[in-house]
Every structure is written in structure tokens, then in C-alpha cells.
T-cell receptor
Framework: QQQVKQSPQSLIVQKGGISIINCAYE??????FPWYQQFPGKGPALLIA?????SEKKEGRFTISFNKSAKQFSLHIMDSQPGDSATYFC???????????FGKGTMLLVSP | ETGVTQSPTHLIKTRGQQVTLRCSSQ?????VSWYQQALGQGPQFIFQ???????GRGNFPPRFSGLQFPNYSSELNVNALELDDSALYLC?????????FGPGTRLTVL
């Protein structure tokens, strides 16, 4: 049973455009939702995270939107740059348990 | 403050052998989690250690085992290696919900 579904599998965006990646979860006990960025041959790096008490969180060019009733959350990358080309993973966990359930990832390519 | 480190970087083993992977947690972090990431997939939770005790386990067989030491560093041991064990093994350390990953160990089983 895949508890976190991520889409799209891959994404091509022009430089300066907006990249949008979506995730849906099933377990209503999840209350911590991070996004990770992973470059080839590297470990995932924590990008931004949100909890259900807010509907949106912004850090620089990265924004998470959260819809608790729909059990969905999304990552928006504004003014996408070629250096943003990487694989992005959404994840979810229950506070205090810190065992992350990951989506399958989205490979983002930002064309110059 | 140093981040999470893992050793070795790469490892090649043959089927049936045993392997030990090592992880040093970020300074001050008392929890270490191990994940397996197959090619093209998201990381899958193996198990977690909190203050030297196993604190949760994913859907992995008992031949995957681990340890955490008093300095919070950790080992992942895999016995009777199978071809499907070929993957990137990631260690993450945390103090609360935020988990910080190391660079991983790439294990190839031939």
C-alpha cells in the first residue's frame, strides 16, 4: 500500500517558469510533511516542511501548499533555475515517530 | 557542527556475503534512521534507533539488523546478501521531526 502518492513522475520547465509537484497521502495520522531535493549520487536534502495547522509556507522561491481536507500538498518552485534540476521527494510522518514515508519522486529538468 | 557522514561510499559484495555500513550522526542528534533507496525509487524505511534501542522497523527481514552506540553513531548489518539488496543505503539523524540525511553508501551485490 503506497501511503504517499506523488505526481508527476517527471517534469520539464523552462528557466523562469513555475514548477509544481503534487502529493497525496492516505494516513490521517500524518502531521509533518517535508520536501527533499536529491542530486545524483547525493543524499536527500531537506528543502522545506509544513504542518497541518497552516495552509501555506514559503521559503525563498519554494512554497508548500497544504489542503488538509483533500489530504494533498504541493511544492511550487518559482522562477525555476537550471540549478534546480534534481529529483524531488515529498514525505510524511507522525510527530514523535520521525519515520518518513516517501513518495516515488519527481525528476525535474529546468531547461536554460 | 558536522553533518551526517557515512562509510564506505561504495561497496561491492557477492550474493550470500555479509556487509556492515556505518553512520555518524549530526552533532547533538540522538536518533538515527536507516533507509534503502532502490534506483529510481523513494527511500524506504528500514529501522530507527533512539538512544541505543531499536525504535521502529519497516517491512524488512531480520537479516537486516543494526546497532547504535553511546555516541549515537550507528551500524547497519545485512546478512546473506541477495541481488535485490543492491541499492543506496541512507542514514538520517534527527533530534525531532526534521531528519537530515547523509550522502549514502552505494551497495552493489553481484
Amino acid at each position: 500500500q503506497q501511503q504517499v502518492k506523488q505526481s508527476p513522475q517527471s517534469l520539464i520547465v523552462q528557466k523562469g517558469g513555475i514548477s509544481i509537484i503534487n502529493c497525496a497521502y492516505e494516513n490521517t495520522a500524518f502531521d509533518y510533511f517535508p520536501w527533499y531535493q536529491q542530486f545524483p549520487g547525493k543524499g536527500p536534502a531537506l528543502l522545506i516542511a509544513i504542518r497541518p495547522d497552516v495552509s501555506e509556507k514559503k521559503e525563498g522561491r519554494f512554497t508548500i501548499s497544504f489542503n488538509k481536507s483533500a489530504k494533498q500538498f504541493s511544492l511550487h518552485i518559482m522562477d525555476s533555475q537550471p540549478g534546480d534540476s534534481a529529483t524531488y521527494f515529498c514525505a510524511a510522518s507522525r510527530s514523535g515517530y520521525s519515520t518518513l514515508t516517501f513518495g516515488k519522486g519527481t525528476m525535474l529538468l529546468v531547461s536554460p | 557542527e558536522t553533518g551526517v557522514t557515512q562509510s564506505p561510499t561504495h561497496l561491492i559484495k557477492t550474493r550470500g556475503q555479509q556487509v556492515t555500513l556505518r553512520c555518524s550522526s549530526q552533532s547533538g542528534h540522538n536518533t538515527v534512521s536507516w533507509y534503502q533507496q532502490a534506483l529510481g525509487q523513494g527511500p524506504q524505511f528500514i529501522f530507527q534507533y533512539y538512544r541505543e534501542e531499536e525504535n521502529g522497523r519497516g517491512n524488512f527481514p531480520p537479516r537486516f539488523s543494526g546497532l547504535q552506540f553511546p555516541n549515537y553513531s550507528s551500524e547497519l548489518n545485512v546478512n546473506a546478501l541477495e541481488l535485490d539488496d543492491s541499492a543506496l543505503y541512507l542514514c538520517a539523524s534527527s533530534l525531532d521531526d526534521e531528519q537530515f540525511f547523509g550522502p549514502g553508501t552505494r551497495l552493489t551485490v553481484l
